[in-house]
């Protein structure tokens, strides 16, 4: 099992708005097959799709998420996908805006 560091957690807008969980897993695992082919075994776990399905919080290995930046970029399938936030620390996902 990899320790909570080796993970990278990623924010992303979906358009148009998708709430089914199967239906986002499998357009960014499409995504990736169509970019690096069938060898990609990329894993990533679903953290969090909003209640309108606008947005998706997924956690990856951190050595695959520009795999996946890259794959979402290049695909053309619907939804789409578009980065909010990426960070290791997934409550700084959380953070919007910084007061001082």
């Known amino acids: 099992m990899a320790s909570p560091s080796s993970y990278h957690y990623i924010c992303f807008a979906i358009s148009p708005s998708c709430s089914d969980e199967l239906k986002i897993r499998k ?19 679903i953290l969090s799709i909003t209640e309108g399905g606008g947005e998706v919080v ?5 050595l695959d998420a520009s795999r996946l930046a890259a794959a979402v970029v290049a695909s053309t399938a619907s939804p789409r996908f578009s980065l909010i936030k ?3 620390f997934l409550p700084s996902l959380l953070v919007t805006g910084t007061t001082l």
Do not use: C, K, N, W
């Open 86 to 88: 990426e960070s290791p």
């Open 27 to 45: 357009t960014l695992h499409d995504a990736l097959t169509q970019m690096f082919g069938v060898t990609s075994s990329t894993y990533l776990d």
């Open 58 to 62: 997924l956690r990856i290995r951190e």
